[in-house]
């Protein structure tokens, strides 16, 4: 018997980057995303003699995930599982595959367990293996803040459409994974605690953007987010340079189109792939502007989607 699960990717437009120095994941400033539709982790769960973890066809000794499981079983009976996941994306290049991944994953155990979470609590066992996993749990517009670092719903994704592109500029796996590279900022960017006490008034600023549906606002809040986490990231030491050529030129693509006028605005997370957010009536001319630079690969489309959901459930298993 098994449970499947499926989750989507969320990407943030105001920026979680860096934890606080405590047990629990707890991110260090809030954060506010979009969960995406198109891109998606199915990922099914069945009782076994010992853990392990199936992704994209192989099995995977993911420390990550082991971890994960073990703070979970401090808190809730779950016995010892085979976890079979799939990416229809890149996993591991900045398209927040641990964050649908986790999702997927707390969705499956909950449900297959019968632990009988809120969608709250979920968030919180999805925020403990990835804190963006968190935000993955709902759909649309999402907020993640303390002082309880659950994720809540703000706006959900039929209220306000938005066309998201991504431009994948290069294939792979990141060399210093989010965890690691917010650890080093955390301890060694000279601008760390200005990020920290910046992030509130960024937050309120963005949630009231998103309520009033205010999309210049909103791209004025994100890009600035993005850039401010961005120079965070080459202030740290050794500095964490997720961009590429290709990443920089699609960015001053974007640039060009806004000051052109185009209701569109671009964010990059911990990778180089460079994601565009634009109202739908602009989504073509987005689409073809990133098609024109040399070195996009493939251009990836989503709308905005739905929370973490179960495919085919069999609660109260274990
Ligand atoms: C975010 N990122 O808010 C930020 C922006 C990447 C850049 O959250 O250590 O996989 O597992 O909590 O959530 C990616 O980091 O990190 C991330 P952990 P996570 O989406």
């Given at each position: 018997m098994q449970t499947t699960a499926v989750a989507h990717p969320n990407i943030a437009l105001l920026k979680y980057w860096g934890k606080q120095?405590?047990?629990?994941?707890?991110?260090?400033t809030p954060s506010l995303s979009i969960t995406l539709d198109s891109l998606t982790t199915t990922t099914t769960v069945a009782e076994a003699d010992f853990d392990q973890f199936r992704l994209n066809g192989q099995v995977v000794a993911d420390a990550k995930v082991l971890r994960t499981l073990a703070s979970w079983r401090r808190h809730h009976p779950i016995p010892p599982l085979t976890i079979t996941s799939h990416n229809n994306f890149p996993t591991?290049?900045?398209?927040?595959s641990s964050a649908s991944g986790f999702a997927a994953l707390a969705t499956a155990v909950d449900a297959h367990c019968g632990l009988d979470l809120t969608q709250v609590e979920r968030s919180e066992l999805a925020r403990r293996g990835s804190a963006s996993a968190a935000r993955s749990i709902h759909g649309g517009f999402v907020i993640l803040r303390g002082p309880d670092w659950q994720a809540q719903p703000?706006?959900?994704?039929?209220?306000w459409p938005l066309q998201v592109f991504v431009a994948i500029t290069a294939a792979g796996p990141?060399?210093?994974?989010s965890t690691a590279g917010m650890e080093r900022s955390r301890t060694s960017s000279p601008y760390f605690d200005a990020w920290v006490a910046s992030a509130e008034v960024d937050f309120a600023a963005m949630r009231q953007a998103v309520c009033a549906r205010d999309f210049n606002a909103l791209a004025d809040l994100a890009e600035a987010s993005c850039l401010k986490m961005h120079a965070l990231m080459l202030s740290s030491h050794p500095p964490l340079l997720y961009w590429n050529g290709v990443t920089v030129e699609c960015l001053q693509v974007i640039r060009a189109l806004r000051e052109d006028g185009c209701q569109v605005f671009a964010t990059v997370d911990a990778g180089p792939q460079v994601k565009a957010v634009c109202k739908l009536d602009e989504a073509k001319r987005v689409e073809g502007a990133l098609g024109q630079?040399?070195?996009?690969g493939r251009i990836l489309r989503a709308g905005l989607g739905p929370g973490a959901a179960l495919r085919q459930g069999r609660p109260r298993s274990c």
């Amino acid at each position: 018997m098994q449970t499947t699960a499926v989750a989507h990717p969320n990407i943030a437009l105001l920026k979680y980057w860096g934890k606080q120095d405590a047990p629990g994941n707890l991110p260090a400033t809030p954060s506010l995303s979009i969960t995406l539709d198109s891109l998606t982790t199915t990922t099914t769960v069945a009782e076994a003699d010992f853990d392990q973890f199936r992704l994209n066809g192989q099995v995977v000794a993911d420390a990550k995930v082991l971890r994960t499981l073990a703070s979970w079983r401090r808190h809730h009976p779950i016995p010892p599982l085979t976890i079979t996941s799939h990416n229809n994306f890149p996993t591991a290049a900045g398209l927040a595959s641990s964050a649908s991944g986790f999702a997927a994953l707390a969705t499956a155990v909950d449900a297959h367990c019968g632990l009988d979470l809120t969608q709250v609590e979920r968030s919180e066992l999805a925020r403990r293996g990835s804190a963006s996993a968190a935000r993955s749990i709902h759909g649309g517009f999402v907020i993640l803040r303390g002082p309880d670092w659950q994720a809540q719903p703000l706006l959900p994704e039929a209220a306000w459409p938005l066309q998201v592109f991504v431009a994948i500029t290069a294939a792979g796996p990141k060399a210093v994974s989010s965890t690691a590279g917010m650890e080093r900022s955390r301890t060694s960017s000279p601008y760390f605690d200005a990020w920290v006490a910046s992030a509130e008034v960024d937050f309120a600023a963005m949630r009231q953007a998103v309520c009033a549906r205010d999309f210049n606002a909103l791209a004025d809040l994100a890009e600035a987010s993005c850039l401010k986490m961005h120079a965070l990231m080459l202030s740290s030491h050794p500095p964490l340079l997720y961009w590429n050529g290709v990443t920089v030129e699609c960015l001053q693509v974007i640039r060009a189109l806004r000051e052109d006028g185009c209701q569109v605005f671009a964010t990059v997370d911990a990778g180089p792939q460079v994601k565009a957010v634009c109202k739908l009536d602009e989504a073509k001319r987005v689409e073809g502007a990133l098609g024109q630079v040399a070195g996009v690969g493939r251009i990836l489309r989503a709308g905005l989607g739905p929370g973490a959901a179960l495919r085919q459930g069999r609660p109260r298993s274990c």
